[in-house]
């Protein structure tokens, strides 16, 4: 308020100085312009006068010039004197108004002038002025007059008594303007001006002003009350945004685009680092990343300069200000502001306890490793064991096949030589005997295959060969193979064939799946039943066989039993030999060959076995079958046997007896066999493997090698069953390769077909 008066004082004083001014200018101009208007009436008058006075000068008319002169003086009330010079400046002539001296006339004569002047004169405080005129201007002649200004003196102090009262009249005036002003504008100014002070250092919304009828105060106090309004809204929103980002997790940094110094953090971001926020705000993100330079950082932030990111993620450390190292993960992204202004925005997470986790897990993973490695030397031990072991069982079930096929092959062979020969016949009771010690051989021969099989299965090596096959010849050979064990219960054999096609399977393996499946119906059947085999199409892509008998069926209870190795249900004990290996070697076959086995049974009505195998495209081949020729040429063939057991020797030797178109040559080791077949040239060798000296596949190596032997067809013929001596054997580059017990229908077949396309030779040994 004080200063508001302080101004308004102030105000006043300028008003009236300018007042002062302007009278005192006005006085002067009114002075200048008084003497002016004298100036000129006097010119006037000369000029009025000049033509008598230069006739008087001219013609020296003395008395008339003077009396020109003294009327002059009389008559005007302003002229106190007048008197006329010639062109030397001598006074011609001379009057004065009564009273007035004459002291002004010039004491000296002027002299020749050629340019007037005015002068001004003061007597007894009265300013006279002394105006000359020209009468004749070639011969310089002049008239002078005395004006008396005492006139112009009174109208200039009446108008400055007038302007001093005007002044004062203003001063008052200007007086209680400055009042008003105070009351109506100066005030709710101040007022207004405190408000936005105080308002600008602590925030307080402003008070009320009563700005009484001042339209454009009001507008001013409404404009910043909406002003406030607004800010203190903003100051608001903005407080509760700051409030909110120092309640998150994460630390919020925010750091110029230009000089990169920090211009904002939230309390998370303080409370990281532990710096107050002015020593922040002095600060560069750098300086808190102990393991990133000034360089590194500028380079890291390129990408968002550049426009090519708009966001970047990186990992890296924060180093508190008592030097402590802060795992964090940094999301970083660039502004531009509508205002042109550019800035960064960091969101940073402590990832402390996940690097915590990490190096647990780290070292958790170290640990499990080391124990993963402990555990796998461990298991490749256990492992080694387990081969080795497995290898011994192998090689002992290996030894054990070579050493029962060995006396089997000749129990089998030489059977079968008694059954058939023609010249001596056996008696009904001998033929009985025979067909007993025949039926153990083949049992026999049975569970040694079957234990084979299985073994090979839980060993993992079982191989199937799968290719597309005729399920309908597969399923009518295992039939036949199986009507004379069927018929001797007169047990009839039904096939419905009709949606028999070709499937995926290996056929050796699945005719030894048929053989299990057909020679259980017929060994569990009732005497005089039957045994149905039907071809069923699931969809275009897999087909089931079922084998199903009417005996007297399995309970539900039992039927998970059936498919476990050596499990024999109590009603199989019944008189009915078997190991319980068939239809568990049967199930892995199937399953090897991508396929299904299953069971269905009724008690007291017969049960039925099926499986089932994926479609395969038919294959027609058309061959050409007959009976083996048994017709004698005219020259005779030779058949070189090596084999170090004289029975084995015997046997086949009696076998291909009944081929009087064969000679049979033998020996008994490698070295021997391959001297005689390069002397004697046989048409078909038949092998022995395990040998005595160099095995059976040294000795084909060497028959191969030798120009005169190496296209003569060898055959091997062992007890080594197992798979892979097998297929070992066919890899060597043997033609065909028989187990022992041999086969005697089979090793004439092989016999003819390897002989058939050669020529006889004679009976002369080859030099």
Known sequence: MRLGRQYLVLILVLLLVSTLVNSALNNYAIKDALSQR??????????????GLARDIIERRQLSLRDTLVRIADDSVDVNFAYVTDFDGKVLAHSFSNGFPKMLLP???????????????????VPILEVGYPIISGMHAHLYLGIEQKGNTQILAQLSRTFTWVAALIGLVGLMLSVWLTRRITQPLYQLTENVARYGVTGTMPSVIDAHSCTEVQQLQTIFWEMAVARQRDVDTLQQFKQTLDQTLDCVFMFDGETLRFTYMNQGALNQVGYRQDELLQMYPYDIKPDVTEAQFKQLIAPLLAGDQQQIHFETVHQHKNGQRV????????????????????????????????????????????????????????????????????????????????PLNALVGFSHLLQTDPEQPLTKNQAENLREIQSANEHLL????????????????????LESIALASVIEESMSQLKPLAAQRGIQFTFERDACGAVQADRVRLQTVLGHLLSNAVKYNCVGGAVRVRCIALDTRRVRVSVQDNGQGIATADLPRLFKPFERLESAYTGIGGAGIGLALSKKIIEAMQGAIGVESTPGKGSTFWFELPMAEMQVSVTSTSEASLTTPQDRYRLLYIE?????????????????????????????????????????????INLP?????????????NPRTQNIPVIALSANAMNRDVERGKEAGFNEYLTKPVEVARLLSLAERMLSPRQPQNDQPSK
């Open 38 to 51: 004298q100036q000129d009436w006097a010119e006037t008058l000369a000029r009025s006068l000049s033509e």
């Open 107 to 125: 004491s000296t004569d002027r002299g020749s002038q050629t340019e007037l002047e005015n002068h001004r004169h003061v007597l007894d405080g």
């Open 327 to 406: 795992p964090v993960d940094i999301a970083l992204q660039y502004i531009k502001t509508p205002n042109h202004t550019t800035h960064f925005i960091a969101v940073v997470h402590d990832v402390t306890q996940r690097k915590q986790a990490e190096m647990q897990l780290k070292g958790l993973n170290d640990e499990l490793e080391i124990r993963v490695q402990q555990r796998t030397a461990e298991l490749n031990v256990a492992l080694l064991e387990a081969e080795s072991a497995n290898a011994a069982k192998t090689e002992f079930l290996s030894r054990m096949s070579h050493e029962l096929r060995t």
């Open 446 to 465: 049975i569970m040694i295959n079957e234990m084979l099989d299985l073994s090979c299965i839980e060993s993992g090596v079982l191989e199937v060969q």
């Open 644 to 688: 170090d057991n004289p029975a084995n020797l015997r046997l086949v030797q009696k076998i291909l007896a009944r081929r009087k178109d064969i000679e049979f040559l033998e020996a008994v080791n490698g070295e021997t066999g391959l001297l005689v077949a390069e002397a004697r040239l046989p048409d078909l060798i038949l092998l022995d």
């Open 693 to 705: 000296g160099i095995d059976g596949f040294e000795v084909l190596r060497l028959l191969q090698e």
